[in-house]
């Protein structure tokens, strides 16, 4: 009989990748322990596997246990500084643990690293509307839009930012578009401003 895995050097019959696989395969049951066991045993055979601490970290955000995650995808970008999802990932955990300045340098650096991805914009401009930065927002929804016109959650936030900056007539504009290209949130908001 064959052994269909080549052992490694740690004597285990499974490689990293093998291990990564099952993990995916167990999170996408939601069982994110077992994900981050799979994880681990990856990790100790492949110390430096970027996709491993990344993985992990999405186990542990999932579990919402953010500072094993933040630890994860911060040691992912360390082995692997062009890791875009990574990057994408911190910044959006960054958003939630109110480190709005820290999620926009994080979506910044993606940004350099790959210009045309519309979410990374619209998620900057949510950060930096939770600053305040209205006009600043806006301008990233405006390039999220260019990107993909059909983005209605980048019409919807830059309705948004547009009434807290009292321009309510082209808010609903955006309001509208948002609607019409699906987005119900969007259809509330038009409702409520269109008729104040």
Do not use: W
Not at 63 to 77: C, E, G, P, S, T
Request: proline share 2%; hydrophobic share 35%; glycine share 6%.
């Amino acid at each position: 009989m064959f052994n269909l895995f080549k052992k490694n050097n740690t004597g285990n019959s499974l490689s990293a990748e093998s291990y990564i696989n099952k993990g995916i395969d167990k999170a996408e049951i939601q069982d994110f322990n077992g994900a981050i066991s799979e994880y681990n045993k990856a990790i100790e055979i492949k110390p430096k596997f970027a996709l491993a601490y990344y993985n992990r970290a999405n186990s542990y955000y999932k579990l919402k246990d953010y500072v094993a995650a933040m630890l994860d995808y911060n040691k992912a970008i360390e082995i692997n500084p062009s890791h875009l999802n990574s990057y994408y990932n911190r910044g959006r955990l960054k958003i939630e643990m109110d480190d709005q300045i820290g999620a926009i340098e994080d979506y910044t650096i993606l940004l350099d690293l790959n210009p045309n991805d519309a979410v990374a914009y619209l998620n900057r401009g949510i950060a930096k509307d939770e600053l305040d930065n209205h006009q600043g927002a806006i301008s990233d929804y405006d390039k999220a839009i260019v990107i993909n016109p059909m983005y209605a959650n980048a019409y919807c936030n830059r309705g948004i930012s547009k009434i807290f900056l009292g321009d309510k007539n082209s808010a609903c504009l955006d309001f509208k578009k948002a609607s019409e290209l699906g987005d119900i949130k969007a259809y509330e908001l038009f409702k409520e401003y269109s008729t104040k």
